[in-house]
């Protein structure tokens, strides 16, 4: 008997579309501003309009090929997909001037790379003709097996096939944390850049896609639903990949957190923050169940408590986890409780055939068809 349910948030409660709007814009930045590589510095601005924004992301990840690519992998962090996305590309530009600049190229492969080290690549990419490529990416990583945070480890692969040397930067770290900070002063703003990462803005001027949340379903149905769900006794909680402001603020102003334990809203910054405290550092964003796991356990949990949560779960039959994405499952899956997916993520209704294969123990069309399998 359903006891506890566990929400995503993206692709359930309220859109991903600006997300993969600003994952966009954020790897076109990093590309084409003269703040980075500065590959076309004259086309970059902070004020695209919308067909200009639906343009550029058709062209960054291929009418959204790429993104869906990556989601089947498991990948599941707005972040991590900025990122593979980008070094990709990088990769992609360097082995067009490998003949050339090898030893450069072999430098700057040896240490992490951090924004110094991408205005230097881009002063040297500069000199030459070269061209980005964004279709190589679902035909160059669909010869790889890996899925997860393997994906990261196949870049270093494509780099010793691309570029003849042999490295292992292309993990999380410096460069992954400037993609994230990039991402983040497109979403937020100007006005929340600082409060979101604790760093000032590299390139101000952006408005941000914060105020702009779309839900989906009628905002008021979903409360009802919530506040359904704690007067039938269900304890409720969230397990995101969002950070802490950008869920507790549209929460907030939906009138949504009222229904909530704060303590059980978990979010990307309580994951950074429980791997930050680990000697190497391993991944605890989905698919690893540890978001889910806080969310059930409250995040005054101790991060050692958590780990030795033993799995599957004691009366695992009683946790429904709510989600519209394979890493969502896959968590579900090692925590051995029921998974409910949602059709209203990136693929929409043509997920339903994915969640099928993966034995999803229901397949909703909207959150609100929770109600029908209590």
């Known amino acids: 008997m359903i006891k506890t349910i566990l929400f995503d948030v993206d692709g359930v409660l309220l859109s991903e579309e600006h997300y993969f709007d600003a994952s966009a814009l954020t790897v076109w930045e990093m590309l084409i501003s003269c703040n980075y590589l500065g590959l076309a510095p004259e086309k970059f601005k902070t004020n695209y309009n919308e067909e200009e924004i639906k343009e550029l992301r058709e062209q960054v990840f291929e009418k959204d090929s790429i993104l869906k690519f990556m989601k089947s992998r498991g990948l599941n962090a707005n972040w991590d997909m900025i990122y593979l996305s980008f070094c990709h590309q990088l990769i992609h530009l360097l082995s067009q001037v490998k003949d050339y600049e090898f030893e450069k190229i072999n430098k700057w492969c040896q240490a992490p790379i951090n924004r110094e080290t991408l205005l230097e690549v881009g002063r040297v990419l500069s000199n030459y003709r070269i061209q980005m490529d964004f279709s190589l990416f679902v035909e ?7 899925t997860k945070q393997e994906l990261f480890n196949y870049l270093n692969e494509l780099a010793k096939e691309k570029l003849g040397i042999d490295t292992s930067i292309f993990k999380k770290g410096e460069l992954w944390s400037v993609c994230e900070h990039v991402s983040q002063e497109w ?33 008021r149905e979903i409360d009802e639903l919530f506040q359904f769900l704690n007067a039938e006794g269900f304890t409720i909680g969230i397990g995101t990949g969002r950070p802490e402001l950008e869920t507790i603020q549209p929460f907030q102003h939906l009138e949504w957190l009222r229904n909530f334990d704060e303590n059980r809203i978990i979010t990307a910054d309580d994951v950074l923050k429980a791997e930050e405290q680990l000697p190497e550092r391993m991944s605890l964003s989905k698919p690893h169940p540890f978001t889910y796991i ?6 005054e ?28 499952l896959l968590a579900a ?5 029921q998974f409910a997916a949602v059709l209203t993520g990136l693929s929409g209704k043509d997920a339903r ?16 068809d929770i109600k029908g399998i209590l």
């Not at 160059?140 to 890996?146: I, L």
């Not at 703003?189 to 949340?213: C, I, M, W, Y």
């Open 301 to 328: 949990t101790s991060l050692k408590q958590c780990l030795n949560t033993r799995l599957p779960l004691e009366n695992a039959e009683s946790v429904l986890v709510v989600g519209d994405s394979l890493a969502d």
């Open 140 to 146: 160059e990583f669909a010869r790889s097996e890996a």
């Open 333 to 337: 899956r090692k925590l051995g409780c």
């Open 353 to 368: 055939s994915d969640f099928e294969k993966h034995a999803a123990d229901y397949i909703l069309d909207s959150v609100l």
């Open 294 to 299: 806080m969310g059930l356990l409250g995040k």
């Open 187 to 219: 979403y937020v703003g100007d006005n929340h850049v600082f409060a979101s990462t604790g760093r000032p803005s590299v390139q101000t001027g952006k408005t941000g896609f914060l105020a702009n949340e779309t839900t989906l379903a009628p905002r």
